[in-house]
């Protein structure tokens, strides 16, 4: 059984597909107008290990991720510039190009993290039409009005607007107006109203617009991930057409924890006020990653990338270590004292997993480690089962890899759970190889040892330092001399 916590009902719920063994799962993607930052690969590797483990429990997952190339104003309240239109003019680039640009940086980024690519990416770019279609039936729903700079959703005719919140109608106004996170236009109704379509400027001319049945525009930043789920995990476009009796829930969507009050609030309201059936059963948001306590922003500018940490020789999958070492509901304070640690970890486990592979030999039919293991794998299996609990599914492993320093046998079975935990961890095991040394090596490694037996220490550490330039580390042991690739 899964549990997961739920923010539509603030509770851990048994997680139930709708449909047998098949799980549509929706996350929102990056906005691409700059690099992503580690807060936002955070939140993209708790969405990650949310799929693993899905995976790991025989689940299919139909995983779909947007883009938003166009939309995303510098502000969530539909006022400033359009975030990607506005870099574009920063350089001399096309704002598409920024779009592509960026959106192969993140997944570059997401492959060196593990992270497994989402089945369907889809652009908002290339669902203008669907969008219109969308926000035509909701006008025809009487859901819109239009003012001087666009389409309009009023949020007041909706029933329960804002209940993933937690907050009536009014609470959340007035809360988002205290917090002024939203500047309330003269034209808006209420301050909780959002832009489905914007008209562009009058005085100047936007790379990114189309045509529309109210005027040349633009979307609003929360149609695009309303449309993409009802097209390919709530099938209820045919073509291009809306058809939202035949829209389906959707198991599961994700996100980080900023988006509730605003991008999943409404991205409801548009699909619930045109299909009057549950838009999501089961909605999932990862915790930020914060700086000494300010929150990790791209337009905040606080940003640390993967490459930099690249270029102070962590790997990027010592980040991913490190946020798997706190659960996704707990905020994250990154620091590069805690990613050393995080780096050692792993280097610990990659060393780890080289020892199986060099011990793989021997077997000791004798002892059987059966039991032991059997505990482990319960133990790591109820952790990730008890939502997503990864700081205690590393704790398991930790035990295995004390318990196979404990006697160094049967090193294939410790070996095999561990990669089978890795399924879920994605910190690379199976990329561990041991290679076979070159017979120099061979031979320096043994000049080495002859020095060694003449005590001649400062001569065999110079011969040392040469086999480690060529990629391999030597370890004395009271067997003899084991020679490891080096990580
Ligand atoms: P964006 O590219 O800004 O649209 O954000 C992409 C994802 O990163 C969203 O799910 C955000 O909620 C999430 N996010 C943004 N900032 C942070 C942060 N500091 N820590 C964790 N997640 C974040
Ligand atoms: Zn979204």
């Known amino acids: 059984m899964l549990y997961l916590y739920n ?39 708790f969405e990650d290990i949310l799929k693993r483990v899905l995976l790991y429990q025989g689940y299919k997952v139909k995983h779909v991720m947007n883009i938003t190339d166009v939309g995303h104003l510098t502000s969530d309240a539909d006022t400033g510039e ?10 001399k680039k096309s704002a598409f190009e920024i779009a592509e640009f960026y959106t192969k ?52 005719k909706l029933k329960d607007y804002g209940k993933l919140t937690g907050m009536n109608f009014k609470k959340l106004n007035e809360t988002l107006k205290a917090g002024a996170r939203i500047e309330l236009s003269p034209e808006k109704k209420n301050i909780t109203d959002f832009s489905l379509w914007k008209f562009s400027p009058k005085n100047s001319k936007r790379q990114m617009e189309w045509q529309s049945p109210w005027k040349i525009g633009f979307p609003g930043w929360h149609i695009e991930c309303s449309v993409i789920n009802l097209k390919y995990l709530g099938k209820a476009f045919k073509g291009k057409k809306l058809f939202p009796k035949k829209a389906q829930t959707i198991d599961i969507h994700t996100g980080g924890t900023d988006l509730i009050p605003i991008h999943h609030t409404n991205e ?44 102070l020789g962590f790997s990027p999958l010592a980040f991913r270590y490190l946020a798997l070492n706190s659960h996704y509901r707990a905020s994250l304070e990154f620091s ?18 080289l020892d199986c592979l060099i011990d793989k030999k021997k077997t000791d039919k004798q002892r059987s480690t059966t039991l032991s293991l059997k505990k482990i794998e319960k133990e790591f299996e109820k952790s990730i089962s008890n939502d997503l609990n990864t700081p205690k599914a590393l704790a398991a492993f930790w035990k295995l890899i004390r318990d196979y320093y404990q006697n160094r046998n049967n090193s294939k079975e410790f070996y095999e759970l561990a990669l089978k935990f890795d399924k879920v961890l994605g910190l690379g095991l199976d990329k561990i190889k041991l290679i076979t040394p070159s017979k ?46 080096k990580l």
């Open 7 to 45: 923010t539509l009902t603030k509770k851990k719920q048994v997680f139930k597909p709708i449909k047998d063994k098949l799980v549509g799962l929706y996350t929102c993607g990056p906005t691409v107008y700059s690099y992503a930052h580690i807060g936002n690969l955070r939140t993209y590797i």
């Open 82 to 91: 359009d975030k990607i239109e506005k870099a574009a003019k920063k350089t």
């Open 105 to 156: 940086s993140f997944f570059n980024d997401c492959k060196k993290l593990n992270i497994l690519a989402p089945d369907i990416v889809a652009k908002a770019t290339d669902h203008i039409k669907e969008d219109i279609e969308l926000i035509k039936v909701l006008e025809k729903n009487n859901f819109t009005y239009q003012t001087s700079d666009g389409i309009y959703f009023d949020t007041s």
């Open 268 to 311: 409801i309201a548009q699909v619930e006020a045109v299909t009057n059936k549950k838009f999501v059963n089961f909605w999932l948001h990862g915790e930020f990653l914060v700086l000494k306590d300010a929150r990790m922003g791209k337009s905040i500018g606080n940003v640390i990338l993967i490459k930099n940490l690249e270029k």
């Open 336 to 353: 590069l004292k805690a990613l050393e640690n995080a780096q050692e970890s792993l280097n610990n486990i990659y060393n780890f997993v």
């Open 440 to 485: 120099k090596i061979k031979e320096l490694v043994k000049k080495r040892e002859q020095l060694r037996e003449i005590k001649e220490w400062t001569k065999a550490d110079k011969i040392r330092k040469i086999i480690e330039k060529s990629g391999f580390l030597i370890e004395d042991r009271k067997e003899g001399v084991i020679i490891k690739p």
